[in-house]
């Protein structure tokens, strides 16, 4: 007897519905098992009243399990061997995979009978808004875990600024924590619930309007540094706060997650016809959210590297402070790309090299920046025929660029 197990993917996960045993075969076969999680199949039982076929669509869903797996990019390509068929207007890739004798794989066949799940919208619009559900919590333990790797206090540095409504961020967590726990006690999130944090997303998206205006502001700083050692030590201090900062933003996020987790319980309780129309919101919202981060923090590194560019031409008379500042601003590179990295934001910057002291000696542009600076700076003693070497190289230099 062929055993069916049902594939729906949105992109950013994959959830497989089927007899548990089927589903449970088929993520082992595929090594996707240990990475999966419950589907929480059973809470689609309010969108029932929605779609037709109420009591064989009730009955099916009794009588499956699902599962639900992050999907990575090399496990995104294992599965396109499938040949999901996506939605153009859902979003939503579909298929169903049949199997001998409990034996899954081989070939997959879109479902065409009336009597699969993946036919009815409604319950194919709730399995997607739980998946969503499921990616933005996937994303908070990440984010948890990338707090806890920096070690960055992130209410330590919003109490630490005098703008009062940043500290509201910190109000708003415990509210969004509480209402997150309630939803696990009982399994939904009723409208006394949801009332505690729905006014909460201003406080939040204000909170990360500020931390990129404090990364645009950090940026200028640097950038504004003409003086060696002036820009060396504004790139070290850059290096702590930039960390603080992509902090709030992470908390930010991660706040954010749970509040679209619970507004989509939410949702699903009182409107479930609505689902899908606030699902693909909310994922077009994140979507800009990160675009707008690739930006700022693009526009952060762009001018940050010019500035390293600038040490890094300097090296003849600052060898070690311009080592210094292009050490700084490639660790600050390296925050900036956990933390896309954290969001799924590809960035693709190359950490600088520091230019050595002899390959500077032979590089004509350092020799004439090198005799342009020592010519404002008084020199005594032995230090003059230092600066007469100097300028003799600077001159032939200059001579063979001509």
């Known amino acids: ?64 399990s699902g599962r639900w797996v992050k999907l990575t990019e090399e496990s995104a390509q294992a599965i396109k061997k499938f040949g999901l068929r996506e939605s153009a207007k859902t979003g939503l890739s ?78 708003a967590d415990f509210d969004i924590k509480s209402a997150m726990t309630i939803r696990e006690l009982k399994g939904r999130v009723d409208e006394t619930t949801w009332s505690t944090v729905q006014g909460r997303t201003h406080t939040i998206t204000d909170a990360l309007g500020w931390a990129l205006l404090q990364l645009d502001a950090l940026a200028e700083r640097v950038e504004s540094k003409t003086k060696i050692g002036d ?56 979507q800009d959210q990160r675009e707008r981060i690739s930006r700022e923090t693009g526009h952060l590194m762009a001018r940050m590297d010019a500035a390293a560019g600038a040490a890094n031409s300097k090296v003849l008379l600052h060898s070690t402070r311009s080592r210094a500042v292009v050490g700084s601003i490639n660790r600050v590179g390296i925050a900036v790309d956990d933390f896309h990295g954290l969001l ?10 520091a230019t050595r002291w002899w390959d500077a000696a032979r590089d004509p542009g350092q020799l004439k920046n090198a005799a342009a600076e020592a010519g404002h700076i008084a020199f005594v003693g032995a230090g003059v025929a230092g600066l007469v070497a100097l300028k003799v190289l600077a001159k032939n230099a200059t001579k063979r660029d001509e």
């Open 344 to 353: 799924g934001i590809e960035f693709g910057r190359h950490s600088l090299e």
């Open 94 to 171: 579909t298929g169903v995979i049949k199997g001998n004798k409990g034996q899954i794989g081989g070939f997959v066949e879109i479902v065409k009978g009336s009597g699969s799940l993946l036919t009815n919208p409604a319950i194919l619009a709730g399995a997607a808004g739980i998946m969503a559900q499921l990616a933005r919590q996937h994303e908070m333990n990440e984010i948890k875990d990338y707090l806890a790797t920096i070690d960055k206090k992130v209410d330590s540095v919003l109490r630490a600024q005098k703008n009062a409504e940043l500290a509201k961020v910190i109000g």
């Open 231 to 286: 820009l060396a030590k504004m790139a070290k201090e850059a290096e702590s706060e930039v960390r603080e900062l992509l902090a709030v933003l992470a908390r930010c996020f991660e706040l954010q997650d749970a509040i679209d987790v619970l507004r989509l319980d939410r949702v699903l309780d009182a409107s479930p016809d609505e689902l899908d129309g606030h699902r693909l919101a909310l994922n077009a919202d994140r």
């Open 1 to 64: 007897m062929d055993n069916e197990i049902q594939l729906i993917s949105d992109g950013d996960g994959l959830a497989v519905i089927g007899n548990p045993t089927d589903v449970e075969r088929f993520l082992l076969s595929e090594g996707l098992l240990s990475l999966s999680e419950d589907f929480r199949w059973q809470r689609l039982g309010p969108i029932l009243s929605v779609g037709a076929g109420v009591a064989r669509a009730g009955s099916e869903i009794a009588a499956n």
